[in-house]
């Protein structure tokens, strides 16, 4: 399930980038700060390039590319989020 980042409070939504950017095998040798980084994805989810997925069963959230997301979440989500 695809969660809209609007619906998550600041400070959730805050350590879940930075836990998404700080992760082993994220920086690829970049020195960018950390908040250079969170701004990025930041953006990332107002463009809708990225979006944050819900694993019910593991009850885990993640941040996806869009690209990396299965059509029919992706619709149905982008049909939610026109309506608003």
Not at 32 to 56: E, G, H, M, N
Request: glycine share 2%; with cysteine.
């Amino acid at each position: 399930m695809l969660i809209p980042y609007q619906m998550l409070e600041a400070d959730t939504l805050q350590r879940l980038i930075e836990d998404f950017v700080t992760r082993e095998g994220t920086d690829n040798g970049d020195d960018t700060p950390l908040a250079t980084r969170v701004a990025r994805v930041q953006q990332a989810l107002k463009r809708r390039d990225a979006v944050i997925a819900f694993d019910s069963e593991h009850q885990q959230c993640q941040l996806l590319l869009r690209s990396e997301v299965p059509r029919e979440w992706l619709e149905d989500y982008l049909s939610d989020q026109d309506a608003e």
